[in-house]
């Protein structure tokens, strides 16, 4: 992709993504719906149910909230989250299959009563590659079983309170989006589509609305208009209240409009489609709109009316203010393309966004699609000499270029996060294909160290790239990423930004209590960190800010992560340790603050069962939740944090209702709990006590108690810790090296941070060492590692360079071209800086901070300017060239030559430019049977001919990044006649003298010689010559006929000539160029190509000469023609 953008694949926010409408949908895999497409099933598959996109998933920057319903990617089945909560639906036709939670294809499966027993018989065991399991009997030396460690199951079925609803009349639709607003409200909102995947489009829809949390819902097709047909929900992020309908574009563009939680609506029609929509993060009432025609709409009120920001806006680059990062709310950040098809940067408000209030931050262009506003940092890219270059402003200061390693040449990066003031990003290098390297930046984004390499990638349905990159919510500076090592992915998590890695530990029993043999590094757990775009491989991870210590996800035990044996596993103790849960996929969702954990299993068979644990995964409990069983499409629990409401969407046979079942967990608790249910938990990794210089006490809950936690009381303590050397990272330019010390890169020289530092003033001289970001460490060796202030040294100017500001040699006469002068090091506030532009003009400047914004001057005429320029501070100089190339658009190029010639003569080809001067050309000549062209650095060339017929002479003039051509045919033969021909007056009225009016005339003069003289056409050629008055030039060829008799001798040409001319004289020829308009052809009285003998018993050199002069100045009089008509357009 090679630009700065959005990646990752962690559904814990990571992602840069524009976060969205936090919409699921589920359709018909392989088939395109809601603006994207599900992906194909793997072969021999059933069709069924596939994960598609609904939503843009994670936190995304500040400024970005409820977007379009665009690709839902790395959510969960079960989709909780705070504040937002929607899910869209989609049923294949003719199936009643979810096979988003199926099992892979060929995979055995258990009973769903059963989730305990293995498949395999008594005594029998699987073994992952690189790891070794007992079976059967205990020998001399292995472990036994130990039932305490095996995770138990309560067979007993117990029955859960819910409820069952059937949108009746519904049972055609496919799809549903589906809103549960939250906040203490009861209100949910269904949108079912009936979508004609012949048609492309959506032909039914029924709006249902629930006020008792899904018990019962009421039908709102009347009061939305009974022929109206909606495409898309939405809500308001700050707002919960207002609701956003949008109407199927392909029967009319309006919105309906509700604020009271989808009770009564307005219509408000659109003069405008739109594609996708931005609510402010602040301001319930503002929107932006994306329409289909790619122009940015605002509305300060939600909706109800419209005004045009900008044409020409970037799909997805358009951005909202970030609160404390710019003083304006409605200040709006996009990218939109200019006439010529390059990209900009703009800022402007809301509602008064004209050409005059228009901002550019950026100064010049920047690449395409490459704008990212997170945050307090907003990013670009710019490419030149073949390499992208990656740019920031922090806090919207002016933008700096962003260091990585020198040598790292990044071919694509992805922003990932921006969280606690620093940037981790995603690079590929030059030498990676699949693999990307962890970058972590300063504060101001500006230097890169690097956290880990070769971390997987892949890319999402959508296209875009994943990164296996898992940030672990409620625990500050803890993440899991999947790291490619000899071919081999293996799974390894830190607890301090990046600076420590490790494998995890497998566990040591099985899900039976059987031991496990898996020695690190040779063996260790791995997990999938990504939801896939495979509806059979779901790839769960899950964790939760309210529930810090427990993470649940699929994997495998292994040398390496596998698409195969997969197996559930939860840790309770934040990554230190896991348990086997369960031996095939499921999807979990946290309930009660993390309390209750419920598993419901993949699979593509009805179920009426899932599973409960109140201790942290170690036992579960078998629940039904409904008495008939349900194909399940979706899950979506109540939003906010206690989550004890849980709705069940799916059906009970592909020909029937969406079925809603509420299933209310409020009753499998005893009371609420009191602090006596709770028992103190400390963070800790491996056993270190001090994770990002602090140690931190969670409060835990009993796990023989039954009680709800309701509101979630966070950790108990935090006490800072003595800093040591692990809570320091290597500064920018150096490298750990395997004693644990930080030391000079090799191409890093320590003394470069000073250079922009002067004689009197101070500086941070780094140690090699920096503090992790969020680090919350004090005293011990944070002193000794901190960057010290010291003294500017005076430096003699080293290192200096002109440029321009994008990196061209080349700039356009007329417009401005900004130079960039750059010094290596020395004293920048006491240097004179002189500058000579080659034009005869010259600058001086006292300091380079002067500078700063480049120097633009404006070249008036065309050519190579040699620009010099000189610095000096009194302890030494440098100096610097750079040779510009100033050129004027080439506009056209007219090929010059003989029309006909004879065979081994000379002939001169003539490229005629305008404008004249245009700077440096190459010229790229192909003629005759040439297959290599011949390439000069001139105007003209002279080349023969050695066989006789038509040939194609072409001509490519280059003049930067424009190539201009022209092609002409010139006739060979060894003897030929010719003749000037003159026209009556009257057609130099009708001759506007362009190329293609004088090849029509031409072609009716030769059709009036042939009738007026009976000569065959192919002895004639006729050519209408440039300029007035009007002329022609008269050819008369040798022709071998098709039986092959001889060619005409030279008396037959003689006699052909002959006839022509008396044919003339007698005004025989002529034609009608137009009613009423008639036109005499005659032989000019004062021919500058009389007819002329060329056979070899006359002067052909002499006739030649003629010719030659004949042509000359008919190139001198087309030059002239061109030099009075264009000289002073340029």
Same mark, same amino acid.
């Given at each position: 992709?090679?630009?700065?953008?959005?990646?990752?694949?962690?559904?814990?926010?990571?992602?840069?993504?524009?976060?969205?409408?936090?919409?699921?949908?589920?359709?018909?895999?392989?088939?395109?719906?809601?603006?994207?497409?599900?992906?194909?099933?793997?072969?021999?598959?059933?069709?069924?149910?596939?994960?598609?996109?609904?939503?843009?998933?994670?936190?995304?920057?500040?400024?970005?909230?409820?977007?379009?319903?665009?690709?839902?990617?790395?959510?969960?089945?079960?989709?909780?989250?705070?504040?937002?909560?929607?899910?869209?639906?989609?049923?294949?036709?003719?199936?009643?299959?979810?096979?988003?939670?199926?099992?892979?294809?060929?995979?055995?499966?258990?009973?769903?009563?059963?989730?305990?027993?293995?498949?395999?018989?008594?005594?029998?065991?699987?073994?992952?590659?690189?790891?070794?399991?007992?079976?059967?009997?205990?020998?001399?030396?292995?472990?036994?079983?130990?039932?305490?460690?095996?995770?138990?199951?309560?067979?007993?079925?117990?029955?859960?309170?819910?409820?069952?609803?059937?949108?009746?009349?519904?049972?055609?639709?496919?799809?549903?989006?589906?809103?549960?607003?939250?906040?203490?409200?009861?209100?949910?909102?269904?949108?079912?589509?009936?979508?004609?995947?012949?048609?492309?489009?959506?032909? +039914? &829809? *029924? $709006?249902?609305? /629930?006020? =008792?949390? #899904?018990? !019962? %819902?009421? @039908?709102?097709?009347?009061?939305?208009?009974?022929?109206?047909?909606?495409?898309?929900?939405?809500?308001?992020?700050?707002?919960?209240?207002?609701?956003?309908?949008?109407?199927?574009?392909?029967? +009319? &563009? *309006? $919105?309906?409009? /509700?604020? =009271?939680? #989808?009770? !009564? %609506?307005? @219509?408000?029609?659109?003069?405008?489609?739109?594609?996708?929509?931005?609510?402010?993060?602040?301001?319930?009432?503002?929107?932006?709109?994306?329409?289909?025609?790619?122009?940015?709409?605002?509305?300060?009120?939600?909706?109800?009316?419209?005004?045009?920001?900008?044409?020409?806006?970037?799909?997805?680059?358009?951005?909202?203010?970030?609160?404390?990062?710019?003083?304006?709310?409605?200040?709006?950040?996009?990218?939109?393309?200019?006439?010529?098809?390059?990209?900009?940067?703009?800022?402007?408000?809301?509602?008064?966004?004209?050409?005059?209030?228009?901002?550019?931050?950026?100064?010049?262009?920047?690449?395409?699609?490459?704008?990212?506003?997170?945050?307090?940092?907003?990013?670009?890219?710019?490419?030149?000499?073949?390499?992208?270059?990656?740019?920031?402003?922090?806090?919207?200061?002016?933008?700096?270029?962003?260091?990585?390693?020198?040598?790292?040449?990044?071919?694509?990066?992805?922003?990932?996060?921006?969280?606690?003031?620093?940037?981790?990003?995603?690079?590929?290098?030059?030498?990676?294909?699949?693999?990307?390297?962890?970058?972590?930046?300063?504060?101001?984004?500006?230097?890169?160290?690097?956290?880990?390499?070769?971390?997987?990638?892949?890319?999402?349905?959508?296209?875009?790239?994943?990164?296996?990159?898992?940030?672990?919510?409620?625990?500050?500076?803890?993440?899991?990423?999947?790291?490619?090592?000899?071919?081999?992915?293996?799974?390894?998590?830190?607890?301090?930004?990046?600076?420590?890695?490790?494998?995890?530990?497998?566990?040591?029993?099985?899900?039976?209590?059987?031991?496990?043999?898996?020695?690190?590094?040779?063996?260790?757990?791995?997990?999938?960190?990504?939801?896939?775009?495979?509806?059979?491989?779901?790839?769960?991870?899950?964790?939760?800010?309210?529930?810090?210590?427990?993470?649940?996800?699929?994997?495998?035990?292994?040398?390496?992560?596998?698409?195969?044996?997969?197996?559930?596993?939860?840790?309770?103790?934040?990554?230190?340790?896991?348990?086997?849960?369960?031996?095939?996929?499921?999807?979990?969702?946290?309930?009660?603050?993390?309390?209750?954990?419920?598993?419901?299993?993949?699979?593509?068979?009805?179920?009426?069962?899932?599973?409960?644990?109140?201790?942290?995964?170690?036992?579960?409990?078998?629940?039904?939740?409904?008495?008939?069983?349900?194909?399940?499409?979706?899950?979506?629990?109540?939003?906010?944090?206690?989550?004890?409401?849980?709705?069940?969407?799916?059906?009970?046979?592909?020909?029937?209702?969406?079925?809603?079942?509420?299933?209310?967990?409020?009753?499998?608790?005893?009371?609420?709990?009191?602090?006596?249910?709770?028992?103190?938990?400390?963070?800790?990794?491996?056993?270190?006590?001090?994770?990002?210089?602090?140690?931190?006490?969670?409060?835990?809950?009993?796990?023989?108690?039954?009680?709800?936690?309701?509101?979630?009381?966070?950790?108990?303590?935090?006490?800072?810790?003595?800093?040591?050397?692990?809570?320091?990272?290597?500064?920018?330019?150096?490298?750990?090296?395997?004693?644990?010390?930080?030391?000079?890169?090799?191409?890093?020289?320590?003394?470069?941070?000073?250079?922009?530092?002067?004689?009197?003033?101070?500086?941070?001289?780094?140690?090699?060492?920096?503090?992790?970001?969020?680090?919350?460490?004090?005293?011990?060796?944070?002193?000794?590692?901190?960057?010290?202030?010291?003294?500017?040294?005076?430096?003699?100017?080293?290192?200096?360079?002109?440029?321009?500001?994008?990196?061209?040699?080349?700039?356009?006469?007329?417009?401005?071209?900004?130079?960039?002068?750059?010094?290596?090091?020395?004293?920048?506030?006491?240097?004179?800086?002189?500058?000579?532009?080659?034009?005869?003009?010259?600058?001086?400047?006292?300091?380079?901070?002067?500078?700063?914004?480049?120097?633009?001057?404006?070249?008036?005429?065309?050519?190579?300017?040699?620009?010099?320029?000189?610095?000096?501070?009194?302890?030494?100089?440098?100096?610097?060239?750079?040779?510009?190339?100033?050129?004027?658009?080439?506009?056209?190029?007219?090929?010059?030559?003989?029309?006909?010639?004879?065979?081994?003569?000379?002939?001169?080809?003539?490229?005629?430019?305008?404008?004249?001067?245009?700077?440096?050309?190459?010229?790229?000549?192909?003629?005759?049977?040439?297959?290599?062209?011949?390439?000069?650095?001139?105007?003209?060339?002279?080349?023969?001919?050695?066989?006789?017929?038509?040939?194609?002479?072409?001509?490519?003039?280059?003049?930067?990044?424009?190539?201009?051509?022209?092609?002409?045919?010139?006739?060979?033969?060894?003897?030929?006649?010719?003749?000037?021909?003159?026209?009556?007056?009257?057609?130099?009225?009708?001759?506007?003298?362009?190329?293609?009016?004088?090849?029509?005339?031409?072609?009716?003069?030769?059709?009036?010689?042939?009738?007026?003289?009976?000569?065959?056409?192919?002895?004639?050629?006729?050519?209408?010559?440039?300029?007035?008055?009007?002329?022609?030039?008269?050819?008369?060829?040798?022709?071998?006929?098709?039986?092959?008799?001889?060619?005409?001798?030279?008396?037959?040409?003689?006699?052909?000539?002959?006839?022509?001319?008396?044919?003339?004289?007698?005004?025989?020829?002529?034609?009608?160029?137009?009613?009423?308009?008639?036109?005499?052809?005659?032989?000019?009285?004062?021919?500058?190509?009389?007819?002329?003998?060329?056979?070899?018993?006359?002067?052909?050199?002499?006739?030649?000469?003629?010719?030659?002069?004949?042509?000359?100045?008919?190139?001198?009089?087309?030059?002239?023609?061109?030099?009075?008509?264009?000289?002073?357009?340029?």
């Amino acid at each position: 992709m090679g630009k700065v953008g959005a990646g990752g694949g962690s559904p814990a926010g990571l992602s840069a993504l524009l976060a969205g409408a936090g919409l699921l949908v589920l359709c018909v895999p392989g088939a395109c719906c809601g603006g994207s497409c599900c992906p194909q099933l793997p072969p021999g598959s059933a069709p069924g149910w596939a994960a598609t996109p609904g939503g843009f998933v994670g936190r995304g920057p500040r400024g970005r909230a409820a977007a379009t319903p665009l690709p839902l990617l790395g959510r969960p089945l079960f989709a909780v989250a705070p504040g937002d909560r929607a899910l869209s639906l989609e049923r294949a036709p003719g199936t009643a299959a979810f096979v988003a939670m199926a099992p892979r294809a060929g995979r055995r499966r258990r009973s769903e009563a059963e989730p305990g027993k293995a498949d395999r018989g008594e005594g029998a065991s699987r073994s992952p590659r690189g790891m070794l399991r007992d079976g059967g009997q205990p020998g001399p030396g292995t472990l036994e079983r130990d039932p305490d460690k095996a995770t138990r199951f309560r067979m007993e079925e117990l029955r859960l309170t819910s409820t069952t609803f059937a949108l009746t009349g519904d049972s055609a639709h496919n799809q549903a989006m589906v809103h549960w607003s939250g906040h203490n409200s009861s209100v949910i909102l269904i949108l079912t589509k009936l979508y004609d995947y012949n048609l492309g489009s959506i032909t +039914e &829809s *029924s $709006l249902w609305r /629930s006020t =008792d949390y #899904g018990t !019962t %819902y009421e @039908k709102l097709n009347d009061k939305v208009g009974l022929k109206t047909i909606l495409s898309y929900l939405y809500v308001c992020p700050t707002n919960k209240r207002k609701i956003m309908l949008l109407t199927d574009p392909e029967i +009319e &563009s *309006s $919105l309906l409009i /509700s604020s =009271d939680e #989808g009770a !009564t %609506y307005q @219509k408000y029609r659109l003069n405008f489609y739109i594609q996708s929509l931005l609510f402010h993060p602040k301001q319930e009432d503002w929107i932006l709109a994306y329409s289909q025609d790619q122009k940015l709409y605002s509305s300060a009120e939600f909706g109800r009316r419209w005004q045009l920001i900008q044409e020409g806006v970037v799909p997805n680059r358009f951005y909202w203010s970030v609160m404390g990062s710019n003083k304006e709310p409605d200040l709006v950040h996009l990218e939109a393309r200019t006439i010529d098809g390059h990209s900009q940067y703009l800022t402007c408000r809301m509602q008064n966004c004209t050409e005059a209030n228009r901002n550019k931050p950026f100064p010049g262009y920047i690449d395409p699609d490459s704008l990212i506003v997170q945050d307090d940092y907003v990013f670009v890219q710019l490419t030149s000499g073949g390499r992208p270059h990656y740019y920031v402003s922090y806090r919207r200061n002016a933008f700096a270029q962003m260091k990585l390693p020198k040598y790292a040449l990044p071919k694509d990066m992805h922003v990932i996060s921006t969280d606690e003031n620093q940037v981790f990003a995603a690079v590929q290098e030059w030498n990676q294909n699949d693999t990307y390297n962890l970058y972590i930046s300063d504060t101001r984004g500006v230097y890169f160290t690097l956290a880990l390499e070769n971390v997987q990638s892949s890319r999402g349905p959508e296209g875009n790239i994943m990164i296996d990159l898992y940030e672990v919510a409620g625990i500050k500076g803890m993440f899991l990423a999947n790291k490619k090592i000899d071919n081999q992915v293996k799974t390894f998590i830190t607890y301090n930004k990046g600076r420590d890695w490790r494998l995890l530990q497998a566990p040591d029993t099985d899900l039976r209590g059987d031991p496990v043999h898996c020695l690190l590094p040779y063996c260790s757990l791995h997990l999938h960190l990504k939801v896939s775009e495979n509806p059979y491989t779901s790839g769960i991870i899950a964790s939760r800010d309210t529930a810090p210590s427990i993470i649940v996800a699929s994997g495998n035990i292994g040398s390496e992560l596998s698409d195969s044996d997969i197996s559930m596993f939860v840790s309770s103790d934040a990554g230190n340790t896991w348990r086997q849960i369960f031996e095939e996929e499921h999807s979990v969702l946290y309930l009660d603050q993390g309390g209750v954990l419920v598993a419901m299993k993949h699979t593509s068979l009805p179920i009426r069962h899932l599973w409960l644990s109140f201790d942290e995964g170690r036992s579960w409990s078998k629940y039904s939740f409904t008495s008939i069983p349900l194909f399940v499409d979706g899950v979506l629990g109540e939003p906010g944090e206690e989550t004890l409401i849980m709705t069940v969407f799916g059906h009970f046979s592909h020909r029937s209702e969406w079925q809603l079942v509420k299933v209310d967990y409020k009753s499998i608790f005893d009371r609420r709990c009191a602090e006596e249910d709770y028992r103190p938990w400390q963070l800790h990794s491996q056993g270190e006590a001090c994770i990002m210089g602090a140690k931190r006490v969670y409060k835990k809950r009993k796990s023989e108690r039954k009680c709800m936690q309701g509101k979630y009381a966070g950790a108990m303590e935090s006490e800072p810790c003595v800093c040591t050397e692990a809570d320091f990272d290597c500064d920018y330019g150096y490298e750990r090296h395997s004693n644990g010390q930080c030391l000079p890169a090799f191409w890093f020289n320590p003394s470069s941070l000073s250079k922009d530092c002067s004689l009197g003033q101070s500086y941070l001289n780094s140690t090699g060492y920096r503090k992790v970001v969020s680090n919350n460490c004090t005293d011990g060796v944070r002193e000794q590692y901190t960057a010290k202030p010291q003294k500017c040294p005076g430096k003699a100017p080293r290192g200096l360079r002109i440029v321009t500001a994008d990196g061209k040699l080349t700039a356009e006469q007329g417009h401005n071209v900004t130079l960039m002068v750059q010094l290596e090091e020395g004293d920048v506030q006491r240097t004179l800086i002189q500058v000579d532009f080659g034009d005869g003009v010259a600058v001086s400047y006292v300091n380079l901070s002067s500078m700063e914004d480049g120097i633009k001057h404006v070249y008036h005429n065309v050519g190579i300017f040699r620009v010099t320029v000189q610095v000096d501070n009194g302890l030494g100089s440098d100096s610097a060239v750079l040779y510009l190339h100033v050129t004027c658009p080439l506009e056209h190029v007219h090929l010059s030559l003989p029309f006909v010639t004879t065979k081994n003569k000379e002939v001169n080809a003539t490229a005629v430019l305008w404008p004249s001067q245009v700077g440096t050309l190459t010229y790229v000549w192909w003629y005759g049977n040439n297959t290599e062209p011949l390439i000069t650095l001139e105007g003209s060339i002279s080349f023969k001919f050695t066989s006789e017929g038509m040939n194609t002479i072409t001509v490519q003039v280059s003049a930067g990044n424009a190539i201009l051509q022209d092609t002409k045919s010139i006739a060979v033969y060894e003897e030929f006649r010719s003749l000037r021909l003159s026209f009556s007056p009257n057609l130099d009225d009708y001759n506007p003298d362009i190329p293609e009016w004088r090849r029509d005339i031409s072609r009716v003069i030769k059709k009036s010689l042939v009738e007026a003289t009976g000569v065959p056409g192919e002895h004639i050629l006729v050519a209408v010559l440039p300029g007035l008055p009007t002329a022609a030039e008269l050819f008369v060829l040798p022709y071998q006929d098709p039986a092959g008799e001889s060619k005409r001798s030279a008396e037959d040409l003689e006699q052909i000539s002959e006839l022509l001319i008396h044919k003339l004289n007698q005004n025989s020829v002529h034609f009608e160029l137009k009613p009423g308009v008639q036109i005499l052809v005659h032989a000019a009285h004062l021919t500058a190509a009389p007819l002329v003998d060329l056979t070899p018993t006359h002067s052909g050199s002499a006739m030649l000469m003629l010719l030659s002069v004949v042509f000359v100045g008919l190139a001198v009089f087309v030059i002239y023609k061109f030099k009075r008509k264009y000289f002073h357009s340029c």
